[in-house]
């Protein structure tokens, strides 16, 4: 707006006219508006195309507001006389001129409202009126129409006898201009040739001779009237150049020529076209704005302002993060895209319209493409992973499939893993699936946990990666047997406590853990009688009833039994000998209660007897006897032996003295 004829509301946007607008002198205006929020470096532009409406404030104007013309008394009816021709610079129907004739002299001569040619209606006679006055009047087809006049001055002259000493010579332009969007014959020019000769000598005819091969254009030889045989494409030709001749009709005919120049001027009956429908191209993301994208390019075959193109993007999806270069048609950012925000811009309007009034535009398709950059990581699920699983897995068994994601693409999105830290060499991992493998058997009892981390890593360039944490926790599988810490136990026991005395604990390791690892203790053999009972979780044995060392000594092969509570239950025995403890609880008794001996008086002193006998069921020094005589052995006769029991004889025997001895002993 460099004149300064409009005004923007800043606020609400309302354009407004400042000073008064002539549709004559610019009947399109094209605004550039600037929108900008705030204090931001981003703003926006449009383009607002305002055209300026006709009305019709111009009346028909005539190149001269008189004229005069002679012609001869000899012409006939229909000879044409005289071109009127007006302008008007309204446009449209305010433009439109029709032509009459407003004087009374309407009887004599008559005009085409449309081509402004006068003719003769009748033949005059000079002697009768030598000169006509006629008023001509342009009249345009506004509303109200607006008119002007023209006075032309008609002379009759009597024909006098001449001779063809002159040659006719042009008077009209050699140049003519004529719209391209004219109907076929439309006044194109006006050819005038002047020939001062009097009669038939100055009677002038026209003819093209060359440059209307294709017959664009129709001559009236007569009037000199030039217009178009043809519709008219100022993109097809722009510019005609025909030799036009005059000829007289003297005899000899005398002649010119004249090269007529017609320019055929542009209409915009042309619409602007993309070299291309579909403009595709690609634009790495994370670019400053201002990144050139693509530049579209339209040709309009008009000329002038009519052919000056200006480009935009309509609105549409993402079109905000491009800016157009209405001139030039390059395509830049006008903000730093993300691919994984969005990867592609489908933008169905990229507009061009050329500077025409009115304008004519067209569209085409732009699809935008946002190559990767290796901008994001690979993310695991979680950040760690707490896993259990059983320690008999064969090797190669998967025990989890790991999976990370990566918003990239292509390479920069192909994630790859690995184990970093020490798996001790029991895990693997597939680097490509992510699943995770036992590369060997596993045992709880050697390692009973696995801490180690699992790489994920992109295939950019930049190889950015992450990490999570692995737990794998062996479960126990029932795979070790309870084992005795001896396979041979020995305990002793004193014979006739009370029941229920421990004897020995017994005690089985088992490697397992939980149920596989717990331990309970059973008798499987050699307690027939029940004669012993075990605690199942402590392995104490104990007695379950009084023992008797004179019934039973010692159990030898009394078979303990450990098994775990896992499934199927494993188990080991051990062997325990119990020896049983003689307690002195036996008296000795004698082989006999009494002992009756006959002996002669006349024995002699040391001769043997007797000899007493006693046992004694206990065992060791509880069994051990000695003899001693308690009575009946006052005055000494006898000796007994306390070690065997032998009794002998120490004094002399008589018969009359002492018939019977009766000697107690005891054995202790």
């Known amino acids: 707006d460099p004149h300064g004829k409009f005004s923007i509301d800043p606020q609400f946007g309302i354009i407004s006219t400042k000073k008064q607008l002539d549709h004559e002198a610019q009947s399109v205006v094209v605004l550039t508006v600037q929108s900008q929020l705030g204090n931001s470096p981003i703003y926006s532009s449009t383009q607002v195309n305002i055209s300026v409406t006709d009305i019709n404030d111009n009346p028909p104007v005539f190149l001269t507001k ?52 006068v003719n003769l209606t009748r033949t005059v006679f000079a002697e009768k009126q030598q000169e006509y006055i006629v008023h001509i009047a ?6 109200p129409p607006l008119t002007s006049l023209l006075v032309l001055t008609v002379i009759i002259e009597e024909q006098k006898m001449d001779m063809n000493d002159n040659s006719p010579s042009f008077t009209s332009s050699p140049l003519s201009y004529v719209m391209e969007d004219v109907e076929v014959g439309f006044l194109v020019h006006h050819i005038i040739a002047k020939d001062p000769d009097a009669g038939r ?36 030709q722009e510019c005609y150049s025909l030799t036009v001749m005059a000829l007289d009709d003297g005899s000899p005919a005398l002649s010119a020529t004249q090269v007529l120049t ?113 901008d994001h990581s690979p993310l695991f699920a979680k950040t760690q992973y707490q896993i259990s699983v059983a320690e008999d897995l064969e090797e190669g068994s998967a025990i989890l499939d790991l999976s990370a994601s990566d918003e990239d693409d292509g390479p920069n999105g192909e994630v790859m893993y690995s184990l970093i830290d020490d798996t001790y060499g029991a895990f693997a991992i597939d680097s490509v699936m992510g699943s995770i493998v036992t590369t060997r058997a596993l045992d709880r009892e050697t390692k009973s946990q696995y801490t180690f981390r699992a790489v994920a890593s992109d295939c950019g360039t930049h190889f950015p990666r992450s990490t999570t944490v692995m737990t794998v926790l062996i479960q126990d599988v029932n795979d070790n047997v309870p084992k005795f810490q001896q396979s041979y136990y020995k305990a002793s026991v004193w014979e006739g406590q009370s029941p229920k005395i421990d004897i020995i604990q ?120 000695t003899y001693a005589i308690i009575s009946g052995n006052d005055r000494g006769h006898f000796y007994l032996d306390g070690r065997t029991g032998s009794v002998n004889l120490l004094k002399t025997l008589d018969y009359e003295d002492t018939m019977k001895f009766t000697l107690i002993i005891q054995a202790t």
């Open 66 to 117: 008189s004229d005069k013309v002679t012609i001869s008394h000899t012409q006939p009816p229909g000879t044409a006389v005289y071109i009127a021709h007006a302008e008007d610079k309204d446009s449209g129907l305010n433009g439109a001129i029709k032509y009459s004739i407003a004087s009374k002299q309407s009887n004599v001569f008559s005009i085409d409202p449309s081509l402004g040619v």
């Open 262 to 374: 017609i320019v055929v001027l542009d209409v915009n009956d042309e619409t602007p076209v993309f070299l291309k429908q579909l403009y595709e191209t690609a634009v790495h993301e994370n670019q400053d704005p201002g990144q050139f994208v693509i530049k579209v390019e339209a040709v309009d075959r008009d000329a002038g302002l009519n052919s000056l193109l200006q480009y935009e993007i309509l609105p549409g999806a993402g079109y905000e993060k491009f800016k157009m270069n209405s001139d030039s048609g390059e395509l830049v950012t006008a903000a730093s895209l993300d691919r994984e925000t969005q990867e592609v811009f489908s933008i169905k309007g990229s507009s061009c319209h050329d500077l025409g009034s009115p304008s004519r535009s067209s569209t085409a398709q732009l699809y935008l493409t946002v190559l990767d950059e290796n």
């Open 201 to 236: 000598n100055g009677e002038v005819t026209y003819h093209i001779l060359s440059g209307n091969e294709n017959k664009t254009f129709v001559l009236d030889k007569i009037t000199g009237l030039l217009t178009t045989g043809q519709l008219l494409d100022h993109e097809i």
């Open 138 to 143: 342009a009249e345009d087809c506004g509303s």
């Open 506 to 625: 017994v005690f089985a390791t088992d490697l397992d853990s939980g149920l596989n690892g717990e331990t309970e203790y059973s008798i499987l053999s050699g307690n027939e009688n029940a004669t012993f009972l075990i605690d199942s979780a402590r392995g104490i044995l104990a007695t379950n009833t009084g023992l008797d060392y004179e019934n039973t000594s010692s159990y030898r092969f009394l078979v303990v039994l450990a098994s775990d509570r896992g499934t199927p239950s494993l188990n080991s025995t051990a062997t325990v000998l119990i020896t049983v403890l003689d307690v002195n609880d036996n008296p000795p008794v004698f082989s006999s209660p009494e002992y009756h001996v006959h002996v002669k008086e006349s024995i002699p002193i040391g001769s043997h007897i007797t000899q007493v006998s006693a046992k004694d069921c206990d065992a060791g020094t509880n069994a051990e006897i």
